[in-house]
C-alpha cells in the first residue's frame, strides 16, 4: 500500500470548474473541509465558515448538486455541499474506486494539499485522470503507507462517527434494528452520504483483514 501527497494550484481550481465554489468559501471566511464521500469527479464535503454562504449565490452554482446548513455554532455555519467538477472526466470514478480513501483536504489561498493512499497504479491513474483534464497535481511525497495502529484510525472522522453511531443504534443488530435513514437521522445527514460513509467505512476496515 502506497501513500502520495500531492497538491494542486490555485488555477486548478478553475480547470476543474470549482473555483466559483472555492471563492463562495472564502468570502463567508473559510476555516475548515473535511470529505465524507468521493466519487471521482466530485465528492461531499463539510465546510465550515465564519458567516453563512451566500446561499442563492450556492444554489445557482452550476457545479453544486445539493447543500444543506447542517449546523450554527456561536462563531461558525456548518455546510454539506455535493458538488460535481464539470471539467473533469466520469472516468477518474474508475481509478478513484481503487484507492482505500484520502485525507481530508487542506484547502488554503495557494491551492489545496490532500493524500491519496491505495495501491502504486491507482494512485498512477489518478494523477493521469487529473493530467489529462488539464490539472497539474503537484507529487510532493510518495512512499510507503504507514497505517495507524487501531484499525478505526483507518477512517476519516466523519466514516468513524458514522460508523459507531450506526453500532450504537443497532444497524449491525441481526436482524437490524435501525435502518440507514434513521442512522442519518440521528446524525442529521442525508442518508445517501451515510450509506456511503458505511460502504466506504466496511470497505476500508476488511480491506485490513481479507
Known amino acids: 500500500m502506497r501513500e502520495a501527497e500531492?497538491?494542486?494550484?490555485?488555477t486548478a481550481f478553475e480547470a476543474m470548474g470549482v473555483d466559483e465554489l472555492v471563492s463562495l468559501t472564502?468570502?463567508?471566511?473559510?476555516?475548515?473541509?473535511?470529505?465524507?464521500a468521493c466519487h471521482g469527479n466530485g465528492a461531499v464535503v463539510q465546510v465550515e465558515v465564519?458567516?453563512?454562504?451566500?446561499?442563492?449565490?450556492?444554489?445557482?452554482?452550476?457545479?453544486?448538486d445539493k447543500w444543506n446548513h447542517v449546523a450554527a455554532r456561536d462563531?461558525?455555519?456548518?455546510?454539506?455541499?455535493s458538488f460535481t467538477?464539470?471539467?473533469l472526466p466520469e472516468t477518474l470514478a474508475d481509478t478513484a474506486d481503487d484507492l482505500v480513501g484520502t485525507c481530508d483536504p487542506e484547502v488554503d489561498?495557494?491551492?489545496a494539499t490532500m493524500s491519496l493512499v491505495g495501491p502504486h497504479a491507482a494512485i498512477a491513474g489518478q494523477l493521469s485522470e487529473y493530467e489529462r483534464a488539464g490539472v497539474s497535481p503537484q507529487?510532493?511525497?510518495?512512499?510507503?503507507?504507514?497505517?495507524?495502529?487501531?484499525p478505526l484510525d483507518e477512517l476519516t472522522a466523519r466514516q468513524r462517527e458514522v460508523i459507531e453511531t450506526?453500532?450504537?443504534?443497532?444497524?449491525?443488530?441481526?436482524?437490524?434494528?435501525?435502518?440507514?435513514?434513521?442512522?442519518?437521522?440521528?446524525?442529521?445527514l442525508d442518508s445517501s452520504t451515510v450509506t456511503e460513509h458505511l460502504q466506504r467505512a466496511e470497505r476500508n476496515l476488511m480491506g485490513q483483514f481479507l
Open 26 to 36: 472564502r468570502e463567508a471566511g473559510h476555516r475548515t473541509v473535511e470529505e465524507l
Open 166 to 188: 450506526a453500532w450504537e443504534l443497532g444497524y449491525y443488530e441481526v436482524p437490524r434494528a435501525v435502518s440507514a435513514d434513521e442512522v442519518a437521522a440521528a446524525l442529521a
Open 75 to 81: 462563531d461558525s455555519h456548518v455546510y454539506v455541499i
Open 139 to 150: 507529487l510532493r511525497r510518495i512512499g510507503r503507507y504507514e497505517g495507524p495502529d487501531h
Open 109 to 111: 489561498d495557494s491551492g
Open 6 to 10: 500531492v497538491s494542486v494550484s490555485e
Open 85 to 87: 467538477a464539470p471539467d
Open 50 to 64: 465564519e458567516s453563512r454562504l451566500d446561499e442563492d449565490r450556492l444554489t445557482a452554482l452550476d457545479c453544486v
